[in-house]
């Protein structure tokens, strides 16, 4: 990444930081205190990850650089080997902490990110966000098919449109008190704005500025709707409309100034950032294995969560170190031979 865009991993780095602890706290009285009842730290990390996706994901898409092929090549090699890791590992937290051995079907269909559109729940809980991060690559696709994805304007339109679809969304999860996945077009939304915001930012494009305030405004407006229409009945996620639009107006208000104001290049959050991923993915593993040797639900000690980051960061270090890297080394060969089978057509 470029000397310039270091920010962008420190801010990954946070993101998964706020995720590890995130599920860490729940577990602990500090979760019942009044700034965590009205606050969800792993919320805002999540939020911070769609924007993110949004500022580097539609870059990776060139017409020069193999289209989408060399896309799909990228992007599968970048997920799916350290996702298929966590998914076994995962079976072995279900069988070894909860004594309960998943169904061949349901861990299958986790290998495909996809279980969520079969009804199969994930067998971690933060898979949740991944078939979001597909839907949004997905979109990318058909965009640039249509040669609209790096339009400014097209993208302005999608992610208010997004912003509409969730008030509607809303909406009806309340008056139908079904639980209809408001997130969805929500960070589909967030992901469209960071599209723009890399624009504005990166390339100092005034129109895409422009465009970015009016998103902006949008969304301040949009959210107490989103919140409060979708988030005051509870379905068994703890949902709180509060903790919802003080989570999701931080993270947002977070990202802009981290990304305009104050771009921190501290090398620890880099390095976070780094493994970020397979923190995400891995550290619920790392939690049960922590839970089970040590009493969290007492009180909270920062002891016991040096302890607990002390099993998550090597784990991830070590994942990231023997699966993403030399997954990523593989696609890069993977695209080397499709391009140079492309020159010699």
């Known amino acids: 990444m470029q000397q310039r865009l270091r920010y962008l991993d420190a801010i990954r780095g946070i993101a998964a930081l706020t995720v590890v602890l995130s599920h860490f ?16 730290l792993g919320q805002f990390g999540v939020v911070l990850f769609f924007i993110l996706s949004g500022m580097v994901i539609p870059y990776s898409l060139k017409s020069e650089y193999g289209g ?24 072995i937290t279900s069988m070894l902490f909860f004594q309960i051995q998943p169904e061949i079907k349901v861990v299958l269909l986790n290998t495909t990110m ?15 966000t991944l078939i979001i991060e597909l839907l949004f690559y997905g979109l990318c696709v058909f965009i640039f098919i249509f040669g609209l994805l790096k339009n400014k304007t097209s993208n302005f339109i999608i992610a208010v449109s997004f912003l509409i679809l969730a008030v509607a969304m809303s ?16 960070a589909l939304s967030l992901m469209f704005f960071g599209s723009l915001w890399r624009e504005a930012t990166v390339k100092k494009d005034i129109y895409s500025r422009n465009l ?30 509060i903790a919802y639009l003080m989570t999701y107006a931080c993270s947002v208000a977070f990202f802009i100034v981290m990304t305009s104001k104050w771009k921190l290049t501290f090398r620890p959050f880099i390095f976070l950032g780094t493994i970020s991923y397979s923190m995400y993915l891995l550290h619920q593993f790392a939690l049960e294995l922590f839970s ?15 302890l607990y980051l002390l099993v998550v960061l090597p784990l991830s270090y070590l994942s990231y170190r023997f699966i993403e890297k030399p997954s990523l080394i593989f696609s890069i060969k993977i695209k080397d031979k499709l391009h140079f089978a492309q020159k010699t057509l």
């Open 25 to 40: 706290i729940e577990r602990t009285p500090l979760h019942q205190t009044w700034f965590f009842s009205n606050f969800n």
């Open 68 to 91: 989408v092929r060399f896309f799909i090549v990228s992007r599968f090699f970048r997920l799916y080997p350290a996702y298929w890791f966590s998914v076994f590992i995962a079976v």
């Open 114 to 128: 996809l279980q969520s559109v079969f009804g199969i729940p994930d067998l971690f809980g933060v898979y949740w």
């Open 171 to 186: 909406w009806l999860r309340w008056y139908l008190d079904r639980k209809i996945p408001v997130a969805v077009p929500l």
């Open 212 to 241: 970015c305030i009016w998103w902006t405004i949008c969304f301040a407006l949009s959210l107490p709707a989103i919140c409060f229409l979708a988030y005051s009945k509870s379905y068994g996620f703890g949902e709180n409309p």
């Open 292 to 306: 089970s040797e040590f009493n969290i639900s007492g009180d909270f000690s920062f002891l016991k969560l040096s």
